[in-house]
């Protein structure tokens, strides 16, 4: 299809600026639009020649992206990130930040980012979700301990959060007003609330069928359990945008910042652009890994010998990657390599 419009697109909660330009960038229209699904297809259902849009990645981009997708010969979204430092500019206002995205669609300079379908997105919203039910889970447990420190009662802190030791102690507490008595209470209640409500969460995306032979894969790798799996699965979307380890690991942000000018690297701290809900799944998951995984556990005791637990923990956690990327793109059950006669011979030189 030959596409005659390009259109640039700046998406606010409530409005929508665009920008209609020629391949030789001349103004066909410009206007603003209602953030409305209903306003959105009347407009693009209007649209007299095919037409290439782009938007900038936002909160609120993805369901404008789904609704006006069907009508469009390529709809993307540019990298907020990068289109900031590509668009900068003294003045800014929604109709100037419609035209520059729509010269940026016009001459192939977007910086696209992968946008996963709306399924993908739907289930993510559930993951996230329970990331965000696990966090006040460890508040109410916090503020039950808080609670009876402020009133001087004697506990074990490794029991307190069982079920039969928070009832016997309650039936004990002397000297506490039934104030706190009743807090401790709500909290309990809360607090088995919110687990509840993350096992469920759990199990439901578990046994979706776009994920569950996915999720199954993944948890061949010893150490790997369905959070992990799930979080990869849905933060990730298709394994196969990424050519390489090195960019998978990038994007999970487990790589320091490189700065590189005139033949001399210097490394930063570890970057802030990267997918932050990954991130944290990895590194968490990495701490333990090296129990229950021989290969991960060698991993680790190798850096930590160079003195340093914080890197043995990176470490861990990009090779965790790794084998997360090699399973999901295979599509093949997880198999731990088996060195070589040649290469157990240079171990033992080494």
């Known amino acids: 299809m030959n596409v005659n419009h390009y259109i640039g697109f700046d998406v606010h909660k409530k409005s929508i600026s665009y920008c209609v330009k020629t391949a030789d960038g001349q103004i066909v229209e410009e206007g603003k639009l209602r953030a409305t699904h209903d306003a959105l297809r009347e407009w693009a259902g209007k649209r007299p020649e095919p037409w290439h849009g782009a938007m900038e990645a936002t909160l609120f981009s993805g369901w404008i992206h789904d609704v006006l997708k069907p009508f469009a010969a390529e709809l993307q979204m540019g990298h907020p990130a990068m289109m900031k430092a590509i668009g900068a500019s003294k ?72 079920k039969q030791y928070f009832t016997e102690l309650l039936d004990t507490l002397e ?42 894969l993944l948890n061949s790798i010893r150490s790997v359990g369905p959070v992990t799996a799930l979080t990869w699965i849905l933060e990730v979307g298709n394994p196969h945008r990424f050519s390489s380890i090195a960019k998978a690991v990038s994007y999970c942000g487990l790589t320091s910042a490189l700065d590189s000018s005139a033949d001399k690297q210097q490394r930063g701290p570890i970057s802030k652009q990267r997918n932050a809900h990954l991130q944290t799944v990895l590194i968490e998951a990495a701490k333990l890994a090296p129990r229950w995984n021989p290969q991960l556990a060698a991993v680790h005791a190798r850096e930590v010998e160079q003195g340093n637990r914080n890197r043995a923990t990176l470490a861990v956690a990009r090779k965790l990657v790794a084998y997360l990327l090699a399973v999901d793109k295979s599509g093949q059950p997880f198999q731990p390599r088996t060195p070589s006669a040649a290469e157990t011979e240079v171990e033992k030189v080494a």
């Not at 889970?137 to 009876?148: A, D, E, I, Q, Y």
């Not at 609330?193 to 578990?206: G, H, I, K, N, Y």
């Open 91 to 162: 003045k800014k206002n929604d109709k100037l930040d419609a035209r520059k995205i729509a010269d940026l669609v016009r001459c192939n300079l977007l910086p696209a980012c992968y946008v996963a379908p709306a399924e993908i997105r739907e289930l993510r919203q559930m993951l996230r979700y329970r990331s965000l039910v696990v966090a006040q889970s460890v508040r109410m447990k916090n503020k039950m301990g808080g609670l009876l420190m402020e009133a001087g009662a004697e506990y074990n802190k490794q029991r307190l959060h069982g």
């Open 175 to 216: 000297e506490v007003p039934e104030s706190v008595k009743d807090l401790l209470r709500l909290s309990r209640g809360a607090m088995e609330m919110f687990e509840t409500m993350q096992q469920q969460l759990v199990a439901r995306l578990e046994k979706n069928p776009l994920l569950a032979k996915r999720v199954k």
